[in-house]
């Protein structure tokens, strides 16, 4: 199971294109049953134009699309067709904004529930500086509420059964998920009320299973910055991860970060992430 945020569907798709290492081809040569896309910004219509090529080579999209042009959406490729597709959690604000899917798939093991998140960001708690602004305010709280939502949501889930909740959650859960820590303790995805948040689902049930395969060691991150010397330093942040009921988690046998191996070979700021399961 993979999941990316692919930064804009259609730019990913061509981006690197003339070099052939854009998302087309990188899908064509993935080993995974499923991936869950975020931020696609893009209607469904416009994401199936970009995706022909996988969708010929026997792909199937589901997607949820934000009735925000050009903005969030979320999608799951499947090698196989879906037997069921939910788009949000019920949520009355965000179910329409491409923030959440779920599809349920057939696997070797049973049926498997494939979500894919796309968290909002938010931005520093106004409390804590002078300069907030009006829209840092929004942004803020719109993350709480999020967060409060989705969080009785997922605390329903983790009983039994196979889930596996892929996304960009926008939040690194503790100081080995991004380099500099120590000047990020107030930054948005690391705040302390958004690491409690993820703590209390870990608390529940769910498993980080990139951080239980590869132990409490820095990184592996997912995001980098477009400026400065991020990338190359590997000043990342480990934003894109499975969280998975203990079921399915008990079956994960490696996860791994798909880095590009230069920054001008990337197709996002993100590096996609997939977890084997067997």
């Known amino acids: 199971m993979t999941t990316v945020n692919v930064n804009g569907i259609r730019a990913a798709v061509k981006e690197r294109s003339e070099t052939n290492l854009g998302l087309l081809p990188w899908l064509a040569e993935l080993d995974s049953q499923a991936v869950a896309l975020q931020e696609i910004r893009a209607t469904e219509e416009q994401a199936r134009e970009a995706l022909v090529p996988a969708l010929d080579d026997g792909w199937h999209l589901a997607m949820s699309e934000s009735t925000v042009k050009g903005h969030a959406g979320v999608g799951v490729l499947t090698r196989t067709e879906p037997t069921a597709v939910r788009a949000g959690f019920g949520s009355e604000e965000f179910d329409t904004l491409g923030r959440y899917l779920e599809v349920d798939v057939e696997s070797a093991f049973g049926e498997i529930t494939v979500a894919s998140l796309y968290l909002p960001k938010g931005a520093v708690d106004p409390a804590h500086t002078s300069t907030a602004t009006e829209t840092d305010a929004r942004k803020f709280d719109e993350k709480k509420r999020f967060l409060v939502e989705f969080g009785e949501y997922l605390r329903s889930k983790p009983g039994g059964g196979h889930t596996v909740v892929g996304g960009d959650w926008n939040i690194a859960p503790a100081e080995n998920d991004l380099k500099a820590f120590k000047t990020n303790k107030r930054s948005p995805g690391f705040q302390p009320h958004e690491r ?26 997912t995001w980098w910055s477009w400026r400065g010397k991020s990338f190359d330093n590997d000043a990342g942040w480990r934003i894109d ?18 880095r590009a191996q230069a920054y001008d070979l990337r197709w996002s700021d993100h590096s996609a992430v997939t977890t084997v399961f067997s």
Do not use: Q
Not at 205 to 213: C, M
Not at 241 to 258: G, M, Q
């Open 241 to 258: 991860y499975h969280l998975v009921t203990p079921e399915l988690a008990a079956r994960a046998a490696k996860s791994y970060v798909h």
């Open 196 to 221: 409690e948040w993820v703590a209390g689902l870990l608390d529940c049930g769910w498993v980080d299973v990139t951080r239980e395969l590869t132990g409490d060691v820095p990184g592996p991150y």
